[in-house]
Each structure stands twice: as C-alpha cells, then as structure tokens.
C-alpha cells in the first residue's frame, strides 16, 4: 500500500494558522478533491476539526489520543499505527492502491520517513502562522511533475502543484 501526502504550504513553510488554512484557493480545494477522491484519508484530529465532516467519496481516518472521541461518518484510531491499518483495511475494501496523508504537522512527521509520493501545492504567499511543513531534503526526494494551474477569480494567490516521488 503507498502512502501518498497531500500538503499546501507556502513559501515560508506555513501550513496552517489558527486552527485552518490561512487562505482560501478554490483551485487548490478541487486539487485535493482531485488527489483524495475514492481514497482513505489518514489525519490528525484537528485537523479533522478544522474540516468539520466527512468528505464524501473518501473515508476518514482520524488520529488522536482522546479514547472518548468520536465522529460521525469518519473511523477513530488511538495511534499512528493504527491509523495506518484501518487506512489499509478501508483502501482495500474501496480498490484503492494509496492511503492519503492529509495531514497536520504532527501525522506528516510521523510519517515522512515512510511516505512514497508528497503532492505539494506551493502557495505563493509566505503568512503568519503556526503549522508548518519542513523543506524535503532533496537528497531523499525528486520532483518529477510540476504544474501551473491558470489562477480562479477567487483565489488568493498563484499556486504551483508539485509532485515529488521518494528516490
Ligand atoms: N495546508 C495543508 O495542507 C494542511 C493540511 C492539514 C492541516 N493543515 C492545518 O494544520 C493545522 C492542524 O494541524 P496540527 O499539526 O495542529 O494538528 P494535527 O496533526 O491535525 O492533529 C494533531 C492531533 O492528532 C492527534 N495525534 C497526533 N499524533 C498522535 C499520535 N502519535 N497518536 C495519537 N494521536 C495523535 C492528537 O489528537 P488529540 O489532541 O485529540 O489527542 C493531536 O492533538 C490546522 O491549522 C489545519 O488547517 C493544513
């Protein structure tokens, strides 16, 4: 099974602040949509807060330490690990090869080591915030597809989707 990270970071590296994102980008979220579609998706619980309800097409597989948390339409796990069976479990249900990795900072780095692809949309803004996401090391990883997607009326900023796979 590969494990495939979706990210939107800036150029300073920020990946969120206050709890969301720090911009809105349309062109960005139909990306996700896009990348994420008929797969299960691994993330932390807050950043399940921050999205607020099961996406549909996608199963959600929420981490966190809380052993009374529960949410509707989306499987609970008590550790990364666990995390990753259920994730498994439900991709083979859905034919799906890929687990998501959807993130924040905290599942993203327990998992870069194990990562096999990170779909990287580069946001051409560097804001204030309190999430980031590290450079990759280009000695572990090589961008192999790079696309500039037209700008939508609504977005905040120029974006760039870059893909890099592990070498
Ligand atoms: N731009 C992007 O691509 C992107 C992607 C994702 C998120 N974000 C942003 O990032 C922020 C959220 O990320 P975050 O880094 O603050 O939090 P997060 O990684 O989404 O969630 C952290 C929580 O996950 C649980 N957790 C983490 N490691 C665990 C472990 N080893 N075992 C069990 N539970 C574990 C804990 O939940 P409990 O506290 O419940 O125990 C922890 O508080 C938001 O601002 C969001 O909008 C941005």
Same mark, same amino acid.
């Given at each position: 099974m590969?494990?495939?990270?979706v &990210?939107?970071?800036?150029?300073?590296?920020v990946?969120?602040?206050?709890?969301?994102?720090?911009w809105?980008l349309?062109?960005?979220l139909? %990306?996700?949509?896009k990348?994420?579609?008929?797969?299960?998706?691994?993330?932390?619980r807050?950043t399940?807060?921050?999205?607020?309800r099961?996406?549909p +097409?996608?199963e959600?597989i929420?981490v966190?330490?809380?052993?009374?948390?529960?949410?509707?339409?989306? %499987?609970v796990a008590?550790?990364?690990? /666990?995390?990753l069976? &259920?994730?498994? /479990?439900?991709?083979k249900?859905? %034919?799906?090869?890929t687990?998501?990795?959807?993130g924040?900072a905290?599942?993203?780095?327990?998992?870069l080591?194990?990562?096999?692809? &990170? %779909?990287?949309?580069?946001?051409?803004?560097?804001?204030?915030?309190?999430? $980031?996401?590290?450079?990759?090391?280009? +000695?572990?990883?090589v961008?192999?597809?790079c /696309?500039?997607p037209?700008?939508?009326?609504?977005? /905040?900023?120029?974006? $760039?989707f870059?893909?890099?796979? $592990? $070498?």
């Open positions: 590969k494990l495939a990270f &990210v939107a970071a800036a150029k300073n590296g990946i969120g602040r206050n709890g969301g994102l720090p809105r349309s062109t960005d139909k %990306h996700f949509k990348l994420t579609m008929g797969k299960p998706m691994l993330m932390g807050r399940w807060d921050s999205i607020g099961p996406l +097409g996608r959600t929420i966190t330490r809380d052993r009374k948390f529960a949410a509707q339409g989306a %499987h008590h550790s990364v690990e /666990e995390g069976h &259920v994730a498994s /479990e439900q991709a249900r859905m %034919h799906a090869d687990i998501i990795i959807a924040g905290d599942i993203f780095a327990a998992l080591d194990r990562a096999d692809m &990170v %779909h990287l949309t580069e946001v051409d803004l560097a804001p204030e915030g309190d999430v $980031r996401f590290p450079p990759l090391d280009p +000695g572990k990883w961008e192999v597809a /696309e500039v037209a700008r939508a009326a609504n977005d /905040e900023a120029n974006v $760039r870059l893909t890099y796979a $592990r $070498r």
